[in-house]
Protein backbone atom coordinates (compact mmCIF):
# COMPACT_ATOMS: atom_id res chain seq x y z
CA UNK A 1 0.00 0.00 0.00
CA UNK A 2 1.41 3.43 -0.31
CA UNK A 3 3.32 5.27 2.19
CA UNK A 4 6.15 7.57 2.45
CA UNK A 5 9.65 5.68 0.86
CA UNK A 6 13.14 7.88 0.93
CA UNK A 7 14.39 7.98 -2.75
CA UNK A 8 17.78 8.03 -3.55
CA UNK A 9 19.82 8.43 -6.57
CA UNK A 10 22.93 6.78 -6.62
CA UNK A 11 25.15 8.28 -9.63
CA UNK A 12 28.53 7.81 -10.67
CA UNK A 13 30.02 11.09 -12.15
CA UNK A 14 33.40 11.29 -14.72
CA UNK A 15 34.88 8.74 -16.38
CA UNK A 16 36.05 5.70 -13.68
CA UNK A 17 34.24 2.50 -14.38
CA UNK A 18 34.77 0.79 -11.33
CA UNK A 19 30.60 0.65 -9.95
CA UNK A 20 31.12 -2.03 -7.44
CA UNK A 21 31.03 0.66 -4.28
CA UNK A 22 28.19 2.09 -5.62
CA UNK A 23 26.10 -1.36 -6.16
CA UNK A 24 27.03 -2.47 -2.95
CA UNK A 25 25.73 0.76 -1.41
CA UNK A 26 22.61 0.75 -3.86
CA UNK A 27 21.55 -2.85 -2.24
CA UNK A 28 22.50 -1.71 1.28
CA UNK A 29 19.89 1.09 1.23
CA UNK A 30 17.58 -1.31 -0.34
CA UNK A 31 17.98 -3.18 2.59
CA UNK A 32 17.27 -0.75 4.19
CA UNK A 33 13.66 0.43 2.66
CA UNK A 34 14.89 3.48 0.21
CA UNK A 35 14.16 3.53 -3.38
CA UNK A 36 17.55 3.38 -5.33
CA UNK A 37 17.27 4.91 -8.51
CA UNK A 38 20.56 3.86 -10.00
CA UNK A 39 22.49 5.31 -13.27
CA UNK A 40 25.31 3.49 -13.77
CA UNK A 41 28.60 5.07 -14.62
CA UNK A 42 29.75 7.73 -16.85
CA UNK A 43 27.49 10.31 -15.42
CA UNK A 44 28.04 13.86 -16.45
CA UNK A 45 27.09 16.48 -13.55
CA UNK A 46 24.01 17.80 -15.95
CA UNK A 47 22.22 14.11 -16.27
CA UNK A 48 22.81 13.98 -12.72
CA UNK A 49 20.95 17.11 -11.83
CA UNK A 50 18.09 16.29 -14.65
CA UNK A 51 17.77 12.72 -13.13
CA UNK A 52 17.80 14.11 -9.45
CA UNK A 53 14.71 16.54 -10.60
CA UNK A 54 12.94 14.40 -12.72
CA UNK A 55 13.20 11.19 -9.84
CA UNK A 56 12.42 14.11 -7.05
CA UNK A 57 14.83 12.42 -4.86
CA UNK A 58 15.57 13.39 -0.85
CA UNK A 59 19.32 11.93 -1.29
CA UNK A 60 21.68 12.15 -4.02
CA UNK A 61 24.76 9.60 -3.85
CA UNK A 62 27.49 10.36 -5.40
CA UNK A 63 30.59 7.40 -6.08
CA UNK A 64 33.90 8.57 -7.41
CA UNK A 65 37.29 7.03 -7.61
CA UNK A 66 38.81 9.00 -10.19
CA UNK A 67 40.04 11.80 -8.44
CA UNK A 68 37.88 14.40 -10.00
CA UNK A 69 35.71 15.05 -7.24
CA UNK A 70 37.09 18.91 -6.52
CA UNK A 71 36.33 19.81 -10.48
CA UNK A 72 32.67 17.65 -10.81
CA UNK A 73 31.15 17.87 -7.08
CA UNK A 74 30.74 21.73 -7.44
CA UNK A 75 29.06 21.59 -10.57
CA UNK A 76 26.69 18.81 -9.33
CA UNK A 77 25.64 20.44 -6.53
CA UNK A 78 25.05 24.15 -7.86
CA UNK A 79 23.13 22.55 -10.90
CA UNK A 80 21.07 20.75 -7.97
CA UNK A 81 20.39 24.02 -6.52
CA UNK A 82 20.24 25.99 -9.92
CA UNK A 83 16.59 23.50 -10.22
CA UNK A 84 15.40 24.25 -7.09
CA UNK A 85 16.44 21.14 -5.25
CA UNK A 86 17.58 23.12 -2.44
CA UNK A 87 16.88 20.20 0.13
CA UNK A 88 18.45 17.57 -1.07
CA UNK A 89 21.14 16.13 0.48
CA UNK A 90 24.21 15.15 -1.21
CA UNK A 91 26.34 12.60 0.03
CA UNK A 92 29.56 10.77 -1.54
CA UNK A 93 31.97 7.94 -1.59
CA UNK A 94 35.01 6.12 -2.96
CA UNK A 95 38.29 7.77 -2.99
CA UNK A 96 38.57 10.95 -1.39
CA UNK A 97 41.34 12.73 0.92
CA UNK A 98 40.66 13.70 4.36
CA UNK A 99 41.91 16.92 3.44
CA UNK A 100 39.37 17.59 0.79
CA UNK A 101 36.19 16.84 3.29
CA UNK A 102 35.86 20.52 5.27
CA UNK A 103 35.70 21.88 1.62
CA UNK A 104 33.12 19.19 -0.09
CA UNK A 105 30.97 20.07 3.46
CA UNK A 106 31.58 23.69 2.66
CA UNK A 107 29.81 23.28 -0.59
CA UNK A 108 27.12 21.11 0.26
CA UNK A 109 28.35 17.79 0.22
CA UNK A 110 27.21 16.71 3.63
CA UNK A 111 28.29 13.43 4.21
CA UNK A 112 31.33 11.77 2.85
CA UNK A 113 31.88 7.89 3.27
CA UNK A 114 35.64 6.69 2.62
CA UNK A 115 35.92 3.13 2.02
CA UNK A 116 35.16 0.56 4.84
CA UNK A 117 32.16 2.88 6.28
CA UNK A 118 29.89 0.17 7.86
CA UNK A 119 26.75 0.92 5.53
CA UNK A 120 24.61 0.77 8.62
CA UNK A 121 26.26 3.90 9.07
CA UNK A 122 25.36 5.08 5.60
CA UNK A 123 21.65 4.37 6.44
CA UNK A 124 21.58 6.06 9.92
CA UNK A 125 23.06 9.10 8.47
CA UNK A 126 20.64 9.44 5.47
CA UNK A 127 17.49 8.48 7.88
CA UNK A 128 18.52 11.15 10.12
CA UNK A 129 18.88 14.03 7.78
CA UNK A 130 16.02 13.47 5.61
CA UNK A 131 13.25 12.98 8.45
CA UNK B 1 1.15 24.91 -2.57
CA UNK B 2 -1.84 22.76 -4.64
CA UNK B 3 -2.70 25.72 -6.86
CA UNK B 4 1.14 26.77 -7.65
CA UNK B 5 1.83 23.28 -7.88
CA UNK B 6 -1.28 22.71 -10.57
CA UNK B 7 -0.77 25.51 -12.26
CA UNK B 8 3.62 24.35 -12.46
CA UNK B 9 2.00 21.05 -13.86
CA UNK B 10 0.01 22.96 -16.57
CA UNK B 11 2.71 25.18 -16.92
CA UNK B 12 4.75 21.56 -17.66
CA UNK B 13 7.19 22.86 -15.24
CA UNK B 14 9.00 19.93 -14.82
CA UNK B 15 9.95 20.25 -10.97
CA UNK B 16 5.83 20.60 -10.35
CA UNK B 17 5.44 17.63 -12.25
CA UNK B 18 8.28 15.58 -10.28
CA UNK B 19 6.52 16.64 -6.80
CA UNK B 20 2.81 16.30 -8.15
CA UNK B 21 4.27 12.74 -8.95
CA UNK B 22 6.03 12.11 -5.23
CA UNK B 23 3.05 13.01 -3.90
CA UNK B 24 0.68 10.71 -5.71
CA UNK B 25 3.20 7.99 -4.69
CA UNK B 26 2.37 9.15 -1.43
CA UNK B 27 -1.05 9.05 -1.23
CA UNK B 28 -2.12 11.82 0.88
CA UNK B 29 -5.41 14.41 0.25
CA UNK B 30 -3.35 17.01 -1.57
CA UNK B 31 -2.84 14.46 -4.31
CA UNK B 32 -6.28 14.14 -4.55
CA UNK B 33 -6.89 17.57 -4.56
CA UNK B 34 -4.50 17.90 -7.33
CA UNK B 35 -5.84 15.16 -9.47
CA UNK B 36 -8.92 16.45 -9.15
CA UNK B 37 -7.77 19.99 -10.47
CA UNK B 38 -5.91 18.69 -13.60
CA UNK B 39 -8.47 15.90 -14.28
CA UNK B 40 -9.67 18.24 -17.32
CA UNK B 41 -6.63 18.48 -18.96
CA UNK B 42 -6.04 14.98 -19.25
CA UNK B 43 -7.12 12.41 -21.98
CA UNK B 44 -5.02 14.27 -24.69
CA UNK B 45 -1.79 11.81 -24.00
CA UNK B 46 -1.10 8.32 -26.14
CA UNK B 47 -0.29 5.97 -23.37
CA UNK B 48 1.65 3.13 -24.95
CA UNK B 49 2.09 0.39 -22.31
CA UNK B 50 5.24 -1.72 -22.78
CA UNK B 51 5.60 -5.53 -21.18
CA UNK B 52 7.32 -8.42 -21.17
CA UNK B 53 9.61 -10.84 -19.89
CA UNK B 54 12.50 -10.17 -17.10
CA UNK B 55 15.67 -8.94 -19.30
CA UNK B 56 13.44 -8.90 -22.63
CA UNK B 57 15.17 -5.47 -22.96
CA UNK B 58 11.90 -3.34 -22.34
CA UNK B 59 14.05 -0.60 -21.24
CA UNK B 60 15.98 -0.54 -24.15
CA UNK B 61 13.14 -0.58 -26.20
CA UNK B 62 11.43 2.46 -25.13
CA UNK B 63 14.56 4.13 -25.21
CA UNK B 64 14.89 3.50 -28.84
CA UNK B 65 10.69 4.56 -29.06
CA UNK B 66 11.06 7.71 -27.14
CA UNK B 67 14.22 8.75 -29.67
CA UNK B 68 12.80 8.03 -32.88
CA UNK B 69 8.84 9.25 -31.29
CA UNK B 70 11.07 12.79 -30.32
CA UNK B 71 12.37 13.14 -34.03
CA UNK B 72 9.45 12.90 -36.04
CA UNK B 73 9.44 11.23 -39.10
CA UNK B 74 7.59 11.76 -42.78
CA UNK B 75 3.92 12.62 -41.43
CA UNK B 76 4.40 12.23 -38.30
CA UNK B 77 5.39 15.34 -36.41
CA UNK B 78 7.94 15.24 -33.49
CA UNK B 79 6.64 14.32 -29.83
CA UNK B 80 7.02 14.94 -26.53
CA UNK B 81 7.56 11.85 -24.00
CA UNK B 82 7.01 10.78 -20.83
CA UNK B 83 7.94 7.62 -19.28
CA UNK B 84 7.42 5.77 -16.04
CA UNK B 85 9.40 2.73 -15.57
CA UNK B 86 8.28 0.56 -12.90
CA UNK B 87 10.50 -2.25 -11.02
CA UNK B 88 9.57 -4.51 -8.27
CA UNK B 89 9.74 -3.54 -4.51
CA UNK B 90 11.56 -6.36 -2.40
CA UNK B 91 9.25 -8.11 -0.63
CA UNK B 92 10.94 -8.33 2.55
CA UNK B 93 12.31 -4.40 2.80
CA UNK B 94 10.36 -2.98 1.31
CA UNK B 95 13.01 -0.92 -0.71
CA UNK B 96 13.76 -1.06 -4.46
CA UNK B 97 16.21 -0.86 -6.93
CA UNK B 98 15.16 1.20 -9.95
CA UNK B 99 17.69 0.41 -12.70
CA UNK B 100 15.86 1.06 -16.16
CA UNK B 101 17.36 4.77 -16.61
CA UNK B 102 20.90 2.60 -17.00
CA UNK B 103 19.11 1.87 -20.16
CA UNK B 104 18.04 4.75 -21.08
CA UNK B 105 21.01 6.87 -21.36
CA UNK B 106 20.72 8.37 -24.76
CA UNK B 107 17.43 10.45 -23.66
CA UNK B 108 19.13 12.87 -21.22
CA UNK B 109 19.43 16.23 -21.74
CA UNK B 110 16.43 16.15 -23.97
CA UNK B 111 13.79 18.51 -22.13
CA UNK B 112 11.25 17.03 -24.33
CA UNK B 113 11.53 13.66 -22.04
CA UNK B 114 10.88 13.30 -18.67
CA UNK B 115 11.33 9.97 -16.95
CA UNK B 116 10.05 8.65 -13.59
CA UNK B 117 11.15 5.68 -12.20
CA UNK B 118 8.70 3.93 -9.73
CA UNK B 119 8.63 1.07 -7.37
CA UNK B 120 5.50 -1.52 -7.60
CA UNK B 121 4.87 -1.05 -3.71
CA UNK B 122 2.99 -4.48 -3.08
CA UNK B 123 1.01 -3.97 -6.58
CA UNK B 124 1.16 -7.26 -8.38
CA UNK B 125 -0.52 -6.86 -11.88
CA UNK B 126 3.38 -5.42 -13.04
CA UNK B 127 2.16 -1.50 -11.67
CA UNK B 128 2.29 0.30 -9.27
CA UNK B 129 -0.92 1.42 -7.45
CA UNK B 130 0.01 5.19 -8.75
CA UNK B 131 0.93 4.52 -12.13
CA UNK B 132 -2.50 5.70 -13.72
CA UNK B 133 -2.39 8.81 -11.78
CA UNK B 134 1.09 9.40 -12.58
CA UNK B 135 0.49 8.59 -16.69
CA UNK B 136 -2.25 11.65 -15.76
CA UNK B 137 0.32 14.23 -14.42
CA UNK B 138 2.61 13.79 -17.11
CA UNK B 139 -0.52 13.65 -19.66
CA UNK B 140 -1.64 17.36 -17.63
CA UNK B 141 1.90 18.23 -18.21
CA UNK B 142 1.92 18.59 -21.79
CA UNK B 143 3.90 14.93 -22.41
CA UNK B 144 1.89 14.13 -26.13
CA UNK B 145 2.83 10.02 -25.38
CA UNK B 146 3.56 8.57 -21.91
CA UNK B 147 5.49 5.53 -22.12
CA UNK B 148 4.68 2.90 -18.52
CA UNK B 149 7.04 0.14 -18.92
CA UNK B 150 5.80 -2.60 -16.57
CA UNK B 151 7.25 -4.88 -13.88
CA UNK B 152 9.42 -8.17 -16.04
CA UNK B 153 6.23 -9.67 -16.38
CA UNK B 154 5.06 -13.18 -17.13
CA UNK B 155 1.61 -14.48 -17.18
CA UNK B 156 -0.28 -12.94 -14.89
CA UNK B 157 0.54 -9.34 -15.20
CA UNK B 158 -1.79 -7.69 -17.27
CA UNK B 159 -2.98 -4.37 -15.60
CA UNK B 160 -1.26 -2.80 -18.23
CA UNK B 161 -4.23 -2.87 -20.50
CA UNK B 162 -6.28 -0.88 -18.93
CA UNK B 163 -3.89 1.76 -17.90
CA UNK B 164 -2.94 1.89 -21.82
CA UNK B 165 -4.09 2.75 -24.96
CA UNK B 166 -1.67 0.68 -26.92
CA UNK B 167 0.37 -2.07 -25.41
CA UNK B 168 3.40 -3.43 -26.91
CA UNK B 169 4.21 -7.09 -25.62
CA UNK B 170 7.72 -7.66 -26.11
CA UNK B 171 8.73 -11.44 -26.35
CA UNK B 172 12.13 -12.74 -27.00
CA UNK B 173 13.53 -16.21 -28.83
CA UNK B 174 13.85 -18.87 -27.19
CA UNK B 175 11.80 -18.69 -23.86
CA UNK B 176 9.30 -21.52 -24.26
CA UNK B 177 7.62 -23.77 -26.47
CA UNK B 178 4.63 -23.40 -28.42
CA UNK B 179 2.92 -24.16 -25.26
CA UNK B 180 3.57 -21.38 -23.27
CA UNK B 181 2.94 -19.22 -26.24
CA UNK B 182 -1.29 -20.25 -26.29
CA UNK B 183 -1.77 -20.04 -22.50
CA UNK B 184 -4.17 -17.45 -21.00
CA UNK B 185 -2.39 -14.09 -20.06
CA UNK B 186 -0.02 -11.91 -21.52
CA UNK B 187 -0.25 -12.35 -24.89
CA UNK B 188 -3.97 -11.85 -24.69
CA UNK B 189 -3.25 -7.87 -24.49
CA UNK B 190 -1.09 -7.12 -26.79
CA UNK B 191 -2.05 -4.67 -29.53
CA UNK B 192 1.73 -5.00 -30.80
CA UNK B 193 4.36 -7.56 -30.37
CA UNK B 194 7.86 -6.81 -30.58
CA UNK B 195 10.19 -10.34 -30.86
CA UNK B 196 13.11 -8.15 -29.64
CA UNK B 197 16.78 -9.94 -29.85
CA UNK B 198 16.01 -11.13 -33.35
CA UNK B 199 19.53 -11.71 -33.78
CA UNK B 200 19.52 -14.51 -31.70
CA UNK B 201 18.63 -18.20 -32.48
CA UNK B 202 14.87 -18.82 -33.24
CA UNK B 203 13.21 -15.30 -33.65
CA UNK B 204 12.06 -16.71 -36.74
CA UNK B 205 10.07 -19.43 -34.92
CA UNK B 206 9.01 -17.23 -32.12
CA UNK B 207 7.50 -14.75 -34.80
CA UNK B 208 5.63 -17.78 -36.17
CA UNK B 209 4.52 -19.42 -33.23
CA UNK B 210 2.70 -15.73 -32.17
CA UNK B 211 1.15 -15.92 -35.77
CA UNK B 212 -0.19 -19.31 -35.03
CA UNK B 213 -1.38 -18.15 -31.71
CA UNK B 214 -3.30 -15.37 -33.53
CA UNK B 215 -4.73 -17.58 -36.28
CA UNK B 216 -6.67 -19.52 -33.67
CA UNK B 217 -7.28 -16.12 -31.90
CA UNK B 218 -8.60 -14.71 -35.30
CA UNK B 219 -12.11 -16.23 -35.65
CA UNK B 220 -13.76 -15.08 -32.27
CA UNK B 221 -14.58 -11.75 -31.46
CA UNK B 222 -11.77 -9.64 -29.77
CA UNK B 223 -11.45 -9.74 -26.25
CA UNK B 224 -9.43 -8.01 -23.58
CA UNK B 225 -8.78 -8.73 -20.26
CA UNK B 226 -10.14 -5.97 -17.73
CA UNK B 227 -10.19 -5.85 -13.94
CA UNK B 228 -9.18 -9.73 -14.15
CA UNK B 229 -12.65 -9.87 -16.29
CA UNK B 230 -13.00 -10.74 -19.94
CA UNK B 231 -14.43 -8.15 -22.30
CA UNK B 232 -15.48 -8.65 -25.69
CA UNK B 233 -14.68 -5.53 -27.61
CA UNK B 234 -16.36 -6.51 -30.40
CA UNK B 235 -19.94 -6.16 -28.56
CA UNK B 236 -19.41 -2.28 -28.05
CA UNK B 237 -20.70 0.50 -29.50
CA UNK B 238 -18.60 2.16 -32.49
CA UNK B 239 -17.65 -1.51 -33.47
CA UNK B 240 -19.87 -2.94 -36.54
CA UNK B 241 -19.55 -6.09 -38.67
CA UNK B 242 -17.98 -3.28 -41.18
CA UNK B 243 -14.90 -2.37 -39.44
CA UNK B 244 -12.38 -4.79 -38.85
CA UNK B 245 -10.98 -6.08 -35.85
CA UNK B 246 -7.22 -5.27 -35.07
CA UNK B 247 -4.61 -7.82 -35.79
CA UNK B 248 -1.48 -7.41 -33.48
CA UNK B 249 1.64 -6.97 -36.01
CA UNK B 250 4.64 -8.75 -35.41
CA UNK B 251 7.93 -6.88 -35.18
CA UNK B 252 11.60 -8.30 -35.31
CA UNK B 253 13.23 -6.19 -33.26
CA UNK B 254 17.50 -5.67 -32.29
CA UNK B 255 16.36 -3.01 -29.81
CA UNK B 256 20.38 -2.77 -28.85
CA UNK B 257 21.05 -1.34 -32.99
CA UNK B 258 18.33 0.42 -32.75
CA UNK B 259 16.81 -2.13 -35.70
CA UNK B 260 13.18 -2.89 -36.53
CA UNK B 261 12.36 0.60 -34.62
CA UNK B 262 10.81 1.73 -37.63
CA UNK B 263 8.23 -1.07 -37.82
CA UNK B 264 7.20 -0.74 -34.48
CA UNK B 265 6.82 3.18 -33.99
CA UNK B 266 4.56 2.69 -37.29
CA UNK B 267 2.61 0.27 -35.54
CA UNK B 268 2.00 1.93 -32.55
CA UNK B 269 1.08 5.63 -34.53
CA UNK B 270 -1.48 2.85 -36.67
CA UNK B 271 -3.12 1.63 -33.63
CA UNK B 272 -3.77 4.74 -32.56
CA UNK B 273 -5.49 5.58 -35.35
CA UNK B 274 -7.42 2.24 -35.31
CA UNK B 275 -8.70 2.88 -31.75
CA UNK B 276 -9.60 6.54 -32.92
CA UNK B 277 -11.51 5.34 -36.39
CA UNK B 278 -13.71 2.30 -34.71
CA UNK B 279 -14.50 4.55 -31.41
CA UNK B 280 -12.61 2.01 -29.55
CA UNK B 281 -10.42 4.86 -27.79
CA UNK B 282 -13.88 6.38 -25.99
CA UNK B 283 -15.32 3.11 -24.88
CA UNK B 284 -11.62 1.90 -23.59
CA UNK B 285 -11.89 5.86 -21.96
CA UNK B 286 -15.40 5.06 -20.63
CA UNK B 287 -14.71 1.24 -19.19
CA UNK B 288 -11.08 2.87 -17.76
CA UNK B 289 -13.77 5.58 -15.55
CA UNK B 290 -16.26 2.67 -14.78
CA UNK B 291 -13.20 0.89 -13.02
CA UNK B 292 -11.87 3.74 -11.34
CA UNK B 293 -14.68 4.64 -9.98
CA UNK B 294 -15.65 1.42 -8.69
CA UNK B 295 -12.06 0.88 -7.00
CA UNK B 296 -11.96 4.91 -5.95
CA UNK B 297 -15.76 3.71 -4.20
CA UNK B 298 -14.13 0.70 -2.59
CA UNK B 299 -11.64 2.23 -1.23
CA UNK B 300 -13.35 5.50 0.29
CA UNK B 301 -16.21 3.13 1.38
CA UNK B 302 -13.73 1.27 3.35
CA UNK B 303 -12.00 4.13 4.82
CA UNK B 304 -15.43 5.70 5.79
CA UNK B 305 -16.71 2.19 8.09
CA UNK B 306 -13.25 2.13 9.61
CA UNK B 307 -13.42 5.64 10.55
CA UNK B 308 -16.91 4.71 12.19
CA UNK B 309 -15.52 1.37 13.87
CA UNK B 310 -13.98 1.27 17.52
CA UNK B 311 -10.61 -0.23 17.18
CA UNK B 312 -11.68 -2.90 20.10
CA UNK B 313 -14.87 -3.92 18.45
CA UNK B 314 -13.02 -4.94 15.21
CA UNK B 315 -10.38 -6.88 16.78
CA UNK B 316 -12.98 -8.50 18.80
CA UNK B 317 -14.77 -9.41 15.39
CA UNK B 318 -11.96 -10.23 14.08
CA UNK B 319 -11.00 -12.93 16.63
CA UNK B 320 -14.84 -14.10 16.88
CA UNK B 321 -13.92 -15.12 12.92
CA UNK B 322 -10.87 -16.75 13.62
CA UNK B 323 -12.18 -19.08 16.78
CA UNK B 324 -14.92 -20.00 13.90
CA UNK B 325 -17.99 -18.46 16.38
CA UNK B 326 -18.72 -15.59 13.63
CA UNK B 327 -18.15 -15.75 9.63
CA UNK B 328 -16.73 -13.09 7.55
CA UNK B 329 -19.72 -12.28 6.09
CA UNK B 330 -21.83 -11.69 8.86
CA UNK B 331 -18.86 -9.78 10.81
CA UNK B 332 -18.80 -7.52 7.53
CA UNK B 333 -22.53 -6.78 7.24
CA UNK B 334 -22.95 -6.01 10.98
CA UNK B 335 -19.90 -3.08 10.09
CA UNK B 336 -21.79 -2.07 7.61
CA UNK B 337 -24.80 -1.61 9.08
CA UNK B 338 -23.69 0.12 11.97
CA UNK B 339 -26.52 3.23 12.95
CA UNK B 340 -23.92 5.60 13.80
CA UNK B 341 -22.62 5.27 10.09
CA UNK B 342 -23.51 9.10 9.27
CA UNK B 343 -21.36 10.02 6.69
CA UNK B 344 -19.07 12.65 7.47
CA UNK B 345 -16.15 12.01 4.68
Known sequence: ?131 | MTDELVAGILAGQRRAIARAITLVENDGSEAQAILAAIHSHTGRAHVVGVTGPPGSGKSTLVNDLALSFRRGSAGHPPRTVGIIAIDPTSPFSGGAILGDRIRMRDLAGDPGIFIRSMASRGSLGGLAWATADTVRVLDAGGYDLVFVETVGAGQAEVDIARTAHTTVVVEVPGLGDDIQAIKAGILEIADVFAVNKADHEGADHAVQVLQMMLDLNSSGPQAVMHHGRLMQVAATAGQTASTPAWRPPIHKTVATRGEGIDGLVEAIVAHRAYLEQTGNLVWRERERAASELETIIQQEALHRVLAHTDGRQLAGLIDQIARRELDPYAASQLLLNQPNQAYKG
Do not use: C, W
Open chain 1, 1 to 131: MPDKKIRVLIAKPGLDGHDRGAKVIARALRDAGMEVIYTGIRQTPEMIAEAALQEDVDVVGLSILSGAHMALFPRIVGLLRENGLDDVLVVAGGIIPDEDVPALNEMGVEGVFGPGTPTDEIVDFIREQVS
